[in-house]
């Protein structure tokens, strides 16, 4: 079989290893997501085509891989068929579900309109009706609420009549339920964790702290201008340290623009001094346009790039959680996922969560795909949905990227919106690549010299990261 090198895969320069005495190189095929180390010289010989010069034991492994494939191969047409594939076989059935149109607080980059509305009990009987139609459909696996806002935590008292018959539902079809929470963490008290998890299933809780609180205050203050970091803080770091709900996953995202990214180092090494940090998944996120113009306040994409490379070093410094190199990822997002719906407070259903409450996209929300009384709307699900479609058509920038098996071609909204949403791994792949390597290395490093055994020079030419 004729075999080449393939076009999603990315190599690091050249580095010397000290330990073995040679160079190397980092490769990630992006199509299985797998990382190799391999000397220079093998690079060399499997670049420029002399494959019959590299060990058969080598060869086998990068074609198992997928770094070297069929030299007839459309690959772009593998990876979407692989994707629609996905898409088809998805045994999850994912709701968004946004209990409330209000939020106390009034972030200067957010898109959305709130009003002091909660989802109505006619329309919650519409919602648990849909549930039970779409799970006789096929055989789902998984029956997943993810509780969104505005802020949802405002819309409790709703949660609480639905989240039960969520999972008697889930139960009453043979599925395993689970349910996150996205939240300002404003009213996330001891009790109202406590009741999240032990009453309304929730497994995974995800705050946002843009920074300090001197950064944080003036960006995600109450509606009334008054601050809420302190408050915030506290109920994160009481969640983290409580060892009755040591099964809640804690996610804490740091919104960043021009204006505070010098302040996500400080922010976690105060979550590092509370002692939670094993604990907590950081991760930072560029500002986005969310139907306005907040993205253009945002770092340039090359910055950002840059400077996550010295916030990922950090976090394994300060004992955090951390990974490297992104997985595949064969489902964009939830426009994707024909089964997946977002569910406002008004009881219009999306499949984007970027969408609802913003005033820029009209009333009725041109994005909005029914309501659950049946009602048709404007929107249409094909919209976002057959992005994989546009993708093969070559509408946007995605079949000639190496990263498009890793990131699913990011935000198809965006795309349309004529953004660009590429995520920063495909800016700083490399370094990461490098990086993951380093860490490796001196955990090696460490494991030999706690045993007070040599490092073996036994690592061949291709190995595992």
Known sequence: MDIKLSRYHVVTQPFFDEIATQFKRVLFATRTANVRVIDDSSWTLLESGALEQLPKNMLLDLVDMELLVPSDEDELATILDRNDAATLDDDTLFFSIQPTAYCQLGCHYC???????????????????????KLATKAFRTFEIGWFGAE??????????????????????????????????????????????????????????????????????????????????????????????????????????????????????????????????????????WGNDAHKRSLSADEFAAWEIKWLSEKVQLGFPTSFIPSRKAITCMATRPHAELIDADGLVYN?????????????????????????????????????????????????????????????????????????????????????????RIQQQQAMSATDAAIPDTEEALSYV
């Open 111 to 133: 898109g959305q309109e709130h009003r002091n509305k909660q989802m109505s009990e006619e329309d919650q009987q519409q919602l648990l009706k849909r549930a039970r139609t």
């Open 152 to 289: 949802p935590l405002v819309g409790l008292p709703v949660m609480r009549q639905l989240a039960p018959q969520f999972q008697a539902l889930a139960e009453e079809f043979g599925c395993r339920y689970g349910s996150k929470i996205v939240t300002n963490g404003l009213a996330l008290t001891d009790r109202v964790a406590t009741e999240l998890f032990y009453d309304l299933g929730v497994r995974t809780v995800e705050i946002t702290l843009d920074g300090l609180a001197e950064f944080h205050d003036v960006r995600r203050m109450q509606k009334s201008g008054l601050p809420t970091f302190d408050k915030i803080f506290a109920n994160v770091i009481s969640l983290a340290h409580r060892a009755d709900l040591n099964d809640i996953h804690i996610i804490i995202r740091c919104n960043v623009d021009a204006q505070n990214y010098e302040s996500v180092s400080s922010l976690m090494i105060k979550l590092a001094e509370e002692g939670v940090q094993e604990r907590i998944q950081f991760y930072v996120a560029p500002i986005h346009s």
């Open 352 to 440: 984007c969560t970027e969408v609802s409450y913003v005033p820029t996209y009209g009333t009725p929300n041109e994005y909005a795909i029914e309501h659950l009384s049946g009602q048709p709307m404007a929107g249409k699900r094909d919209r976002l949905g057959d992005f994989n479609s546009r993708v093969r058509r070559g509408e946007y920038g995605c079949p000639s990227c190496p990263m498009l098996p890793v990131c699913g071609g990011s935000c198809p909204k965006a795309w349309q919106e004529g953004l660009d949403p590429c995520p920063s791994t495909k800016r700083n792949i490399e370094q990461r690549l490098l990086l993951s390597y380093a860490v490796s």
